[in-house]
C-alpha cells in the first residue's frame, strides 16, 4: 500500500462474483512472487471465474476475503472434511505481498477460525506450511497450533521439493 499514513478500509466478508477482477490480480501476483502456495501458474479470468463461481457455492467450505481500499489483498478458508471427519477443519491462507508484516494475516486468521468453529462445529482444525515459510509458522503457533509432524519433500515448490510442517489446533 503507497501511503501508510491514510487511513485503510478495511473489510473481512464472504466473496462475491463482483471480485472477479481483483480476485484475479491478487492470485497472479502471488504466482509472480513464487509465493508459497497451491498455484503454480498464473490463472485466466475464465479459471478464475470458475473457481470464485465454486466456492461460493461450497457448503462444506467457508471463505473469508480481506479487503483493503476495495481490493482484495487476502483470503482463507476452511473446508471441513467429511464423514466421521467432519469434526476437523484445514485451514489455507494467503496474504497479497504488500500488507505482509502489517497484522492483517491474524486479523483474518482470527475471522476465518472463528467462523469454521461456529458454523461447522469444529474440534480440530490442521494446516499444512513450508517448513522453510518460518514467518507463518509463527503466526500458526500465536494462534494455538502445533508442529505435528513433517513430510519431507511434501510440497513441490516451482520443480524443487521441499518439506512441509503439519499443524493442529485443538479447538477448547
Do not use: W
Not at 462475491?16 to 498464473?42: F, G, H, P, W, Y
Not at 491474524?106 to 461456529?118: A, P, T
Request: contains cysteine; glycine residues 8%.
Amino acid at each position: 500500500m503507497q501511503n501508510l499514513n491514510k487511513k485503510l478500509k478495511i473489510e473481512m466478508r464472504p466473496p462475491r462474483m463482483s471480485d472477479l477482477n481483483s480476485c484475479l490480480e491478487m492470485i497472479n501476483s502471488l504466482v509472480e512472487e513464487r509465493a508459497m502456495i497451491t498455484v503454480q501458474k498464473k490463472l485466466t479470468l475464465k479459471e478464475e471465474r470458475e473457481y470464485l463461481k465454486k466456492i461460493i457455492k461450497d457448503k462444506n467450505s467457508i471463505h473469508v476475503f480481506l479487503l483493503v481500499d476495495g481490493k482484495v489483498m487476502g483470503n482463507a478458508r476452511i473446508a471441513r472434511l467429511e464423514n466421521v471427519r467432519s469434526h476437523i477443519g484445514e485451514l489455507g491462507i494467503s496474504i497479497k505481498k504488500d500488507i505482509r508484516g502489517m497484522g492483517f494475516g491474524e486479523k483474518i486468521l482470527k475471522e476465518i477460525l472463528k467462523q469454521g468453529i461456529k458454523k461447522f462445529k469444529l474440534k480440530i482444525i490442521t494446516l499444512d506450511v513450508n517448513k522453510s515459510n518460518k514467518i507463518a509458522q509463527s503466526l500458526y503457533k500465536k494462534a494455538g497450533f502445533k508442529i505435528i509432524g513433517t513430510i519431507k519433500g511434501g510440497v513441490l515448490h516451482y520443480g524443487k521439493y521441499e518439506d512441509s510442517a503439519t499443524m493442529v489446533k485443538y479447538v477448547d
